[in-house]
């Protein structure tokens, strides 16, 4: 099994900054494949940013250069550095992360972080 828990959201002005965190712990040697999603109040959830195990990112469209997503080996950690953030950016955001084996591929969720931007 493979827990994730998300950390770092909270409230920012629009045009500011915030840092989440995901740690990873378990089985979490076959995980290739990490990423972040968010899910505002009535709506579906999307996906945000991906990272490979070998350091290749996929964004949004809607992120526009404005987040970065990057990974600690070393702490079994994925992160999204999130910048110029806007209203619509309000969301919970959700760490996933996708195991790869040779019979079978698991997908993990955490429990989401809420961002809230409000002047």
């Known amino acids: 099994q493979v827990q994730l828990v998300e950390s770092g959201g909270g409230l920012v002005q629009p045009g500011g900054s915030l840092r989440l965190s995901c740690a990873a712990s378990?089985?979490?040697?076959?995980?290739?494949?990490m990423g972040w999603y968010r899910q505002a109040p009535g709506k579906q959830r999307e996906l945000v940013a991906t990272?490979?195990?070998?350091?290749?990112?996929e964004y949004a469209d809607f992120v526009k250069g404005r987040f970065t997503i990057s990974r600690n080996n070393a702490k079994n950690t994925v992160y999204l550095q999130m910048n110029s953030l806007k209203p619509e950016d309000t969301a919970v955001y959700y760490c996933?992360?996708?195991?790869?084996?040779?019979?079978?591929?698991?997908?993990?969720w955490g429990q989401g972080t809420q961002v809230t931007v409000s002047s």
């Open positions: 996933h992360a996708r195991e790869r084996t040779r019979l079978d591929n698991r997908d993990y």
């Open positions: 990272i490979t195990s070998g350091v290749i990112t």
């Open positions: 378990g089985s979490i040697f076959n995980i290739y494949v």
